[in-house]
């Protein structure tokens, strides 16, 4: 189990997406997301989220993610933030808040 202090150092931020692309080197279907957190920056993240959305569809999207995590390389592309979502089989459905925030709005 996970106790609330370790909860309480994660990260979660609400970033707005500015850029897709394909991502064919990932092993299972996936997009490259640019994302801007605001005063945080702009952070890239891989997500699998190919069969729920499309490329137009996403830019300008907020969505939620995790911002303090290590980077992870996948393939040859460096994910530095985890983009949220729930799931249903295979597909994904990003979190996203109901309302227009401010990117590197806290997430509590």
Known sequence: ???????EQIDFRVGTVLE???FPKARK????????FGHLGI??????ITTIYSIPELI????VAVVNFPVKKIADFKSQCLVLGATQGNDVFLL?????????QVVR
């Open 1 to 7: 189990m996970l106790d609330f202090d370790n909860f």
């Open 20 to 22: 897709v692309d394909e």
């Open 29 to 36: 279907p996936a997009f490259q997301l640019t994302i801007d």
């Open 43 to 48: 952070l890239k993240s891989s997500a699998q």
């Open 60 to 63: 300008g999207r907020q969505v």
């Open 96 to 104: 996203s808040p109901q309302a227009n925030l401010p990117n590197g």
